[in-house]
């Protein structure tokens, strides 16, 4: 893996930290929470606990865990009404890590350009069906 210079890794990881707002679960094997932390308020799910089976709190993970040794990326689930996430699923010692990071300003971006395209297509289209 690349070494970066003390910097270059602290501005990264701050980043992260203050427009990511990473939370995170390590999941037993039987999908119980072995740990939890991070910005976990920020998604609502700072009431999941240590021992508490974690698709009671987290619905979404329900079929995803146990991951057998494979590193999972999902971008873009939509979390709830307004906000997306980023889910990051890696296979750990004795369980899984569970990383949330709020992808919800990337989604929107990504949802305007998908708009102005469908637009500009749809612009294309009427005006060579006029000529």
């Not at 970066?4 to 995170?24: A, K, S």
């Not at 999941?48 to 995803?64: M, N, P």
Request: glycine share 8%; proline share 5%; aromatic share 12%.
């Amino acid at each position: 893996m690349e070494s970066y210079p003390y910097p270059v890794r602290e501005y990264l990881f701050q980043h992260i930290v203050t427009c990511r707002f990473p939370g995170y679960f390590y999941v037993s094997q039987d999908c119980h929470v072995l740990e939890a932390g991070g910005a976990l308020g920020h998604y609502g799910l700072q009431s999941c606990k240590k021992g508490q089976t974690i698709t009671e709190s987290v619905c979404f993970l329900h079929g995803l865990l146990p991951l057998n040794g494979e590193l999972v990326v999902i971008p873009f689930v939509q979390f709830d009404v307004k906000h997306f996430l980023d889910l990051h699923l890696l296979p750990g010692k004795s369980g899984d890590w569970v990383l949330l990071l709020d992808a919800t300003e990337m989604a929107i971006q990504q949802q305007r350009r998908q708009s102005a395209y469908y637009l500009t297509q749809t612009r294309t289209t009427k005006s060579s069906s006029y000529s």
